[in-house]
């Protein structure tokens, strides 16, 4: 099963959802409800024991939300695509009931941050870049106030969200975002070993175990998703967020209408 945007296939019981939207794979309804299709594919299919998400396109795992299309949204349509990223996204991740590893290489930025941290485990190219530059273009990156501060700590938290500083691998590392390094030619064969080990265990023990575990680390995170998506929503229709997208779009400097 294969989309415009999204490549799925199944090797030796993994199956492996790759985004394949250039330039970026941009984040639209589209992609989005492709990728929840293959998730709900590997979900459905008692075959598949892992699933690997990751890039087709070289030097670029996931640029976020398409923010052309975004920006040329109505309200409805910009909440939906919010929920999405944020609530269905999570909640398919949520029952998938198998491991799931995010391959990544190139940049992950913004929603790109949000789908891999909706995984399991991040294996990453040790030349891969993050990022979260939400308010800098208009934006606010709500999701990750709830999560990120969880597993960096509230001070370094700060630091990448309110900066949006590009950060490299080897701090994601260090920060506990990231599991695992790889040279950048090897991080799909690493993802794929880690996949067969996670595959070799019992599927009824593995699917208890990763609900559970979900559920002791939840600590309300579910809960948070609603007030984050209509903080975004109501953002978007702010005229500093009109200005910062258009900007962003038209690769200028936004000039912020509300000093």
Known sequence: MSSKTIQYVVKDSVAEILFNNPPVNGLSHE???ALMAALSRARDDAQVRAVIIASAIPGRFCGGLDLGVFLDSTPAQKHAM??????KLCDLQFDLGKPCIAA???AARGGGMSLAISCDMMVAADNSTFGYPELDIGLVPAIHYATLHRIVGR?????????????????????????RL??????????RKVAQVLASKSPQL??????????AIDSDYRKGIAAAVDLVSTTTGMEDSVEGLKAFVEKRKPVWKNP
């Not at 919010?82 to 609530?87: F, G, R």
């Not at 949006?164 to 990231?178: D, I, N, P």
């Not at 790889?182 to 993802?191: G, K, R, Y």
């Open 182 to 191: 790889a040279p950048e030619d090897q991080v799909m064969a690493e993802a």
């Open 206 to 215: 593995m699917a208890l175990g990763k609900t559970a575990f979900t559920r």
């Open 104 to 106: 990544i290489t190139g």
């Open 82 to 87: 919010v929920d999405k990223l944020y609530a």
């Open 155 to 179: 001070y370094r938290a700060f630091d990448l969200l309110f900066t949006g500083r590009v950060f490299s691998a080897q701090e994601a590392a260090s920060l506990g975002l990231v599991s």
């Open 31 to 33: 992609v989005m409800d």
